[in-house]
């Protein structure tokens, strides 16, 4: 069964530290995505990859968070400037098309800001 | 995407079959529903998803009332395994997000 591998599995920052989140999609996955849980919430969406563009994002990915494609087999998360919010288990997902597919998503890095 | 309304928890004899509601009252025409579980703090895992018709894979089948308002994700032979956190989601076909609810906790008891 293909898998989305995310890596680290679990990062410590200190506040105000840049972080960069990694995750190699599924190969022919065309749709790329991240979610955060903050510990004891709901799953919430950040943002949605297309083509090299973002298609959508949520107003919690603000100017701090950035995404990238930097080659042909992962797609990055990075957090300018960490804030101790931002302390969370992130989760990347692909999808061969946006609709109407299931969504694999990774195992999860869970991100904590000191 | 139509706000989908499910009970926060439900328990289960393993073995048996589990049959877990949502309510989306307010679902438009093209919106799908979809099932995701979360097993401890894991990603979520895609189990099914349906617009009008009954349908089935290999680890669930979904019911879908005809006037669309609301859905059962049966598991046919619930084992511990199972026990994870169960959302449904409403997913317009021009979206790209997953609206993620509370869930329901499906606790599978030996």
């Known amino acids: 069964e293909p898998e989305v591998t995310q890596t680290p599995s679990h990062q410590v920052t200190q506040m105000g530290q840049e972080v960069i989140l990694r995750c190699v999609p599924i190969s022919n996955h065309l749709y790329f995505y991240w979610y955060r849980q903050i510990l004891g919430q709901k799953v919430e969406f950040l943002v949605s990859f297309y083509n090299n563009e973002i298609s959508e994002k949520s107003e919690i990915f603000d100017d701090q968070f950035s995404v990238e494609r930097p080659d042909g087999s992962n797609f990055t998360l990075k957090i300018r400037s960490t804030k101790l919010e931002d302390s969370a288990m992130y989760f990347c997902?692909?999808?061969?098309?946006?609709?109407?597919?299931?969504?694999?998503f990774g195992s999860g890095t869970r991100l904590t800001v000191v | 995407d139509a706000k989908t309304t499910q009970p926060p928890s439900m328990d289960c004899a393993e073995g048996r079959a589990a049959n877990l509601p949502c309510n989306h009252s307010?679902?438009?025409?093209?919106?799908?529903v979809y099932w995701y579980r979360q097993i401890h703090s894991q990603g979520p895992q895609y189990i099914i998803h349906g617009l009008k018709n009954n349908e089935t894979n290999e680890m669930a089948s979904l019911i879908i009332t005809e006037d669309r308002k609301s859905s059962t994700l049966i598991l046919p032979h619930a084992t511990l395994r199972d026990t994870a956190v169960y959302y449904c989601?409403?997913?317009?076909?021009?979206?790209?997000?997953?609206?993620f609810g509370e869930g329901t906790q499906l606790t599978v008891n030996p």
């Open positions: 307010t679902i438009s025409g093209n919106e799908y």
């Open positions: 989601i409403a997913k317009e076909t021009s979206g790209s997000r997953l609206t």
């Open positions: 997902a692909s999808s061969e098309a946006r609709h109407p597919y299931g969504y694999t």
